[in-house]
């Protein structure tokens, strides 16, 4: 029989369990819920922007500046690992400042641990939005992940990018190298593979993880669980409605590209407008040789007399 686990024991393994989850829920911080990519409004423009040294809009310095590391914005610490000592006070504003991370371009505060761990972890390293290619100095926006492809996008561009982001780029849902339907998609290369082609040869597979993409590395999904569809082309005579239904009139003719009809008796109008120009213009030149004559005969008169 084992032995009865005593209350100490107990308590000493649910404290380290507890541990271990903090631990692990630190690596795991949403993109949007970390200290350097908080929002901020600005004291003097009022625009709200990603947490920053400098307003974005305005250039101007924040009176309460945010760590972009461990987010606290008061120095309460008398005895710990600050760089600047302040023993018995109470630091904020400039004199809580260390730094300034070159990747997030937000505050970092005097603590040791926060200098020298910050620019080696900071998320925002790479940040550069898929759709615009605008980085973090370039845009006074937030940064956010895509929840499909897991790529960066900026405030601007997150739904759109989103809305659009579960299209294949083929017009079936068939595996890339047979005929076979994809089983397996991948959400950043946006292909489908069966279960011959997404496992690799020679490569081993954890169990009960995702299998990852052969081609880029990314964890695949299987396709029945998403709402993924196909390339679709609208050209322009498909892509286009002008209203009107062909009875089978065999004197219609008209261009469906460009929505004008074609009318055969603009020569007979132009026709008609050219004969009603000649009898005006030749019933003006009767009427000034007739005014003409009467002037004459009126001369001859008064000359008689």
């Not at 790479?126 to 492809?149: M, P, Y």
């Not at 950043?188 to 690799?200: G, P």
């Not at 196909?230 to 089978?248: L, M, P, W």
């Amino acid at each position: 029989m084992p032995k009865k686990k005593t209350g100490q024991r107990k308590k000493a393994e649910k404290q380290r369990l507890r541990q271990k989850e903090i631990r692990t829920a630190k690596g795991n911080i949403q993109l949007a819920e970390h200290p350097c990519n908080l929002s901020m409004e600005c004291e003097k423009c009022h625009r709200k922007q990603k947490s920053r040294a400098f307003c974005y809009f305005c250039q101007s310095v924040q009176r309460l500046p945010i760590c972009a590391q461990c987010g606290k914005i008061k120095c309460m610490l008398k005895t710990g690992d600050c760089v600047i000592r302040h023993p018995g006070n109470y630091t904020t504003g400039m004199a809580m400042v260390g730094a300034i991370c070159d990747f997030c371009e937000a505050w970092v505060c005097h603590g040791r641990k926060c200098l020298q761990s910050h620019a080696c972890t900071c998320p925002l390293q790479d940040a550069v939005c898929i759709e615009c290619e605008r980085s973090v100095w370039d845009h006074g926006g937030r940064l956010f992940k895509c929840s499909f492809c897991t790529n960066f996008l900026c405030e601007d561009d997150q739904f759109e990018h989103q809305a659009s982001c579960q299209v294949l780029e083929a017009e079936t849902y068939k595996c890339q190298s047979c005929n076979k339907l994809g089983q397996y998609s991948c959400l950043r290369c946006k292909t489908c593979y069966c279960e011959d082609h997404v496992r690799r040869k020679g490569f081993k597979y954890e169990k009960n993880k995702a299998i990852p993409c052969p081609k880029c590395g990314y964890e695949t999904s299987q396709t029945k669980d998403l709402s993924m569809s196909t390339r679709s082309h609208k050209f322009g005579r498909q892509g286009q409605g002008y209203g009107y239904e062909d009875d089978g009139d065999e004197n219609y003719s008209g261009n469906a590209a460009t929505g004008y009809e074609c009318n055969d008796d603009a020569d007979d109008y132009d026709d008609d407008d050219d004969d009603d120009d000649e009898e005006e213009s030749s019933a003006e030149d009767d009427d000034s040789g007739s005014a003409s004559n009467s002037s004459e005969e009126d001369d001859a008169k008064k000359g008689v007399k």
